[in-house]
């Protein structure tokens, strides 16, 4: 069902906004290369985030890079902090070329939704906002990082923030200590972190038993069931490594994550650490 929902809207839209077009919006570009063009003008336009956020091969992204710069559209340079990686910079005709794309695109969304209602209009954006969330949810990437990773570094950045700013005496994550036998893994989109998460062995609850560690979830992906799929590769991620159950502790105030935790068959225990934060305690069976 959701297969064919998906299909029938991919080909309305594609039909509608252009993407058909030999040249997209009649920019005389085609559409990827005009994606390309939006990113460089529109954020960090190093060539490896660019791989990363487009999801393109190295080899494809260059032809399209080459495309854009053969056309006077950009310049490529050694990045000043790291001379091991290239940036792309817009020139004057490229950034007036970024300026007349941004144009066409709103002018065709003002022309696509002209027809409805207001009260249509709100709830194509409730819709569109709703289908997109999901659709990034459903094609992050999870991988193992280090706990020095940059993605984790941001990741876990974020989690002591959101914590601090949640707890009345706020939160004070102390000095980092080095855990050589943790797992750490870090959801990516677009080549952004978005959830991150770890597991550990647990030998003071008992020999075959994993901790896990450090959830979380960008705020603007709540809602999205990216926290409940973090939980499972997590708990998928102990057993592979022989694991019979697995252990967390969280506090009163993360009380989604709780419901969470209810929802995914954890069961309450005693407490098993000395974690002043903590004041919740589960485990699952494996």
Not at 79 to 107: I, K
Request: one cysteine or more.
């Amino acid at each position: 069902m959701i297969t064919d929902v998906l299909r029938r809207f991919n080909r309305t839209w594609t039909q509608r906004v252009g993407v058909l077009d030999e040249s997209f919006l009649g920019t005389g570009r085609p559409l990827a290369v005009s994606r390309l063009l939006f990113e460089i003008g529109a954020g960090d336009a190093s060539v490896l985030a660019l791989r990363e956020r487009l999801d393109l091969d190295s080899g494809h992204l260059s032809r399209m890079l080459r495309r854009l710069e053969d056309d006077g559209l950009l310049t490529t340079q050694p990045d000043p902090g790291d001379r091991r990686r290239r940036v792309a910079t817009l020139t004057a005709a490229g950034r007036a070329a970024y300026d007349d794309l941004e144009r066409r695109s709103a002018e065709r969304a003002e022309t696509l939704v002209a027809p409805l209602t207001s009260r249509q209009q709100e709830r194509l954006a409730e819709a569109l906002a709703t289908a997109d969330l999901l659709v990034r949810a459903a094609t992050v990437h999870l991988r193992e990082v280090t706990a020095e990773a940059p993605e984790a570094l941001v990741a876990t950045g974020h989690y002591f923030a959101e914590l601090d700013a949640l707890f009345p005496a706020g939160f004070d994550p102390g000095p980092p200590v080095p855990e050589p036998d943790a797992t750490w893994v870090v959801a990516t989109s677009d080549g952004a972190p978005v959830a991150h998460g770890g597991i550990r062995p647990a030998p003071a609850v008992g020999p075959d038993a994993a901790e896990i560690k450090r959830m979380w979830v960008d705020s603007t992906w709540r809602g999205a069931g990216l926290g409940s799929r973090m939980l499972r590769h997590l708990e998928d991620l102990a057993r592979a490594k022989g694991h019979d159950r697995v252990v967390l502790d969280t506090n009163g105030q993360l009380r989604d994550a709780i419901a969470m935790y209810d929802r995914s068959g954890y069961c309450r225990i005693e407490r098993y650490n000395d974690n002043p934060h903590a004041e919740a305690f589960f485990e699952k069976d494996l």
